[in-house]
C-alpha cells in the first residue's frame, strides 16, 4: 500500500497552495469579512485549469482525478473555505453531472465554458420541505411539447446567483418518489427562473448561498440530465462526490486550524512560559494532529477508490462523517488556544470557526451520513450473514 | 532562437536548515525541495522571449542534480518549457564545487546548441554564484549578471539588459549567444498550470550521465574544497534597556555599546 502522493499529485498540490498563499489569501480576508463573492478570483482558477480539472481535455478539462481534486480543495480550504465549497460544488457536482449524464449536445455547450471558467455551476436539491429528505422535493416539471414548465422553490443554493449552469431537481411524476424525479440544467437567462433571497450566514461569507424560484420557468427537453425519472439516481450519485468535495473542504479548515493554534501557543506566554509549554497544549496538539492525519486517510482512501471506479458509498460518507467532525473539534479547539483573542475578528481562528459549523450540515448531516454507514454496514452483514 | 534555461533543486526557502552530525552538509529529512526561486525568474523570461519569438524558438531546460530533482524540472516543463535535459550521475552526488558544475553544464549546453542561456543569479542552497560566470568562460560568451530587465534587439543579435545598481538602472547592451543570470524584478514566474502539468508528463526529458557527455570521470577537479559545515552562533540574550527618561535609557544604551558589546 503506498500512501505517498506522485509527482504529479505533488505538483498540483503545490499549484493549488501557491495560487492560494500569493492570490487568494490577500483577497479573502476581507471578502469574507464583506461577505463579497470574489469574481475576479474565479477568472484565475479558471485560467489555472481548476475548474476543469476532473473534466476531459475533448471538453476543455484537464483529466485528473478525485485525489488531485481533493488536493486542490485542502490547499484553498486552508486559505479560503468559501472559494473552495464554490470550487467543489462547481467540479464535484455540476462538471460530473453533466459529463456523466448530459446529452453530447449538452457536454458541448456548457462543459468548456465550465472549465473555462466563463460561467460556474451550481447544484439545486433542497428545498424549503425536502432537506435531508430528498423525496420531498415538491418543485414540478411539466411536459409540454420540446419544453418543461418548472414551478417551485429551491433553498440554500450555493453559488444560485453566479452560476451560468445549474442542475436542477424536480417532480415529473407527484405520485412516484423515487422515479419521479428528473434532472436539468438551468440557465439563468431562461424565462421564469429568478434569484431570490440571499442568505446572510454564520461563516462562510464569501461564497453565496440563495434561493431559487421558478415560476412557469420554461426549460427544453434537450435540457435534461439522464432519462426522465432518473433525477434521484442522479442526485444520490453525485453526492458521494459532493461528500469526498466537503471532506476535503474540511481538511483545509482542520489544517489552517491546526496551524494558527500552534503558531499562536509558541508565541503566547502566561505564567512565565509559552503556553505550547504546557502539558494541556501538548495534548490538544496531538490529538488535533492525529485527527486531522486520521480524517486525511479517510478522504484520500475514498477519492483514490473512486478514480478507481469501485463503489465509495459508505467511504465517502464515512470520510465526510469524520473529517467534518475533526474540523470542528480541531477548530473548537484552535480558538480555546487562542483565548480571548480566539472570539475576536483580529485573528483568523475566529473565522474557521464559524466556517467549520456547515460542515456537519451541508452536503448531508452528520446524522444522515451515520444513516448512510449504518445501513451500509448492516447490508454487508445481512448478505454476509442472511437472517434465518 | 534556443533558449536555455538552467535550473537547481534547492531546499524550500521557508525550510528550517540544519546542519548535520558530521558537519559535511544539511539534513535532508523532513525537508521541501524547490526549483531554485533565481531560476524561476530564468525559466520565466526564456517563456516570455519564445511568446514573443513564435514558431521556431523553443525553450530547453538543462539541470545537474539527484533523480529527485525530476519534480523540478517537471515543473519548468509544466510552467511551459519544451524539453529538458537532465544530467544525473552518481558521480557528481554532492555537487562538486562550482567549477566542477559549471564544467558539467558547459558539456550539456555545447552538446544542445544555444543562442542565449538564462539562469538564476544565485542559488539560494549555497548562494555562491560562481557558476554562470565560470560558464560563460568556458562556453567563450560574453555574461551579465543580475539582470532585472530584458529586450531582444529586432534583428536578434543582441540583447540590452537592466541591471538594478545603486539609486537606477544600469543599461548594458550584450552580443548573443550569451549568458544573462536574473534577479527578482525582471518579470513574475507563472504558476505551473494543471493542463501544464498534464502536458509536462509528455514532454521530452532527456536523461545524461557524464559518460554521455563524453566525460571519462567528474570533469575536472574541484578548486575548492568544503572544509566543514558549521551552525551558527547562538544569538546573544536580548537585553532590554529601561530607565524613567528617555534621555537616561539613550545614556545607558550608549555606554553598553560602547564598554559591554564594544561595538562603538
Known sequence: MDFRLTEEERMVQSTAREFARKDLAPVAAEANEEGVFPDAIYAQLGELGFLGMTLPEEYGGVGFGNVSLVLVLEEISRVCASTAVTLSVHNSLTNAAILKWGSEELKRTFLPRLAAGEILGAYALTEPSAGSDVSAVRTSAEKRGDEFILNGTKLFISTGDKAGAIVVFARTDPNDRTRGMTAFIVEPSFEGFSVGKKEDKLGLRASTTVELVFEDCRVPASHVLGETGEGMQIALALLDGGRIGIAAQSLGIAQAALDEAVLFARGREQFGKRIVDFQGTRWKIADMATGLDAARLLVYRAASMRDAGEPVVREASMAKLFASTVANRIAYDALQMHGGVGYTKEYLVERLFRDARVLEIYEGTSEIQRLVISRNVLDEYDRLYPAE | ?264
Open chain 2, 1 to 264: 532562437m534556443k533558449i536555455i534555461t538552467l535550473l537547481k533543486r534547492v531546499p524550500d526557502t521557508e525550510a528550517r536548515i540544519l546542519i548535520n552530525q558530521a558537519g559535511t552538509g544539511i539534513n535532508e529529512e523532513g525537508i521541501k525541495f524547490v526549483m531554485n526561486p533565481y531560476d524561476e525568474y530564468g525559466v520565466e523570461e526564456g517563456l516570455l522571449l519564445r511568446e514573443k519569438l513564435g514558431e521556431g524558438t523553443t525553450v530547453t531546460v538543462v539541470c545537474m542534480g539527484p533523480e529527485a530533482a525530476t519534480e523540478q524540472i517537471r515543473t519548468a516543463l509544466a510552467m511551459g518549457a519544451d524539453d529538458a535535459v537532465h544530467i544525473c550521475d552518481p558521480a557528481l552526488d554532492g555537487g562538486g564545487d562550482p567549477f566542477v558544475r559549471a564544467a558539467v553544464l558547459a558539456g550539456a549546453i555545447e552538446a544542445e546548441g544555444f543562442d542565449i542561456v538564462f539562469c538564476g543569479k544565485q542559488a539560494i542552497d549555497d548562494d555562491m554564484g560562481q557558476v554562470q560566470s565560470i560558464l560563460a568562460e568556458m562556453l567563450d560568451v560574453p555574461q551579465v549578471n543580475v539582470a532585472t530587465g530584458f529586450e531582444l534587439a529586432d534583428d536578434r543579435s543582441s540583447a540590452t539588459i537592466l541591471r538594478r545598481i545603486e539609486g537606477g538602472d544600469e543599461k548594458v547592451v550584450t552580443s548573443l549567444p550569451a549568458i544573462v543570470s536574473c534577479d527578482k524584478g525582471l518579470n513574475e514566474p507563472r504558476y505551473a498550470s494543471l493542463p501544464g502539468i498534464m502536458k509536462a508528463k509528455k514532454k521530452p526529458l532527456k536523461t545524461l550521465t557524464l559518460a554521455d557527455l563524453g566525460f571519462d570521470a567528474a570533469p575536472g577537479e574541484s578548486r575548492s574544497e568544503i572544509l566543514k559545515w558549521l551552525p551558527l552562533p547562538k544569538g546573544g540574550e536580548c537585553r532590554m534597556v529601561e530607565a524613567e527618561e528617555m534621555k537616561d535609557a539613550v545614556a545607558e544604551l550608549v555606554r553598553l555599546l560602547r564598554e559591554e558589546a564594544k561595538a562603538i
